[in-house]
């Protein structure tokens, strides 16, 4: 099976068109659809992200074709970082709760330098000045 053979079934195991898949992975829909009718084959930014979003997908399946699709143990109950298969018919659920900021009384303490790193690898340091 290749590739895109492999995508393809994970897309219909999800029940997910092309335009579907594409956004569930964050890539344009015109990458998957390269991919499907055999202009591109799926770059390692492509596979990558399939497995960032599906952590039960089992890697070997999606990249060599070997094994099961999602990864399973019989027997073995999930763990505290196991997830199971996602069901095709559920988005994932986002329950980010706000927290109050909380402020840390520190009085023998003092703020000596702030050191705030970029993106592009540069750096910019602050000291305050003591009044």
């Known amino acids: 099976m290749s590739d895109k053979e492999r995508i393809e079934t994970l897309m219909q195991s999800l029940n997910f068109s092309a335009r579907q898949f594409a956004a569930e992975i964050h890539v344009q829909p015109g990458t998957i659809s390269n991919m499907m009718a055999g202009r591109n084959n799926p770059s390692l930014e492509v596979m990558k992200r399939i497995m960032e979003r599906y952590p039960t997908l089992n890697p070997e399946w999606l990249i060599a074709g070997r094994g099961e699709m999602w ?15 996602p069901d095709p018919g559920t988005k994932p659920r986002r329950t980010a709760q706000k927290e109050e900021p909380q402020i840390i009384a520190a009085p023998s303490k ?19 000045t003591l009044s």
Do not use: H
């Open 71 to 85: 990864r399973t143990e019989p027997g073995k109950d999930p763990g505290l970082f196991d997830t199971q298969a």
């Open 110 to 128: 003092q703020i000596k330098n702030i050191v705030v790193y970029f993106t592009d690898g540069t750096y910019q340091e602050f000291t305050p």
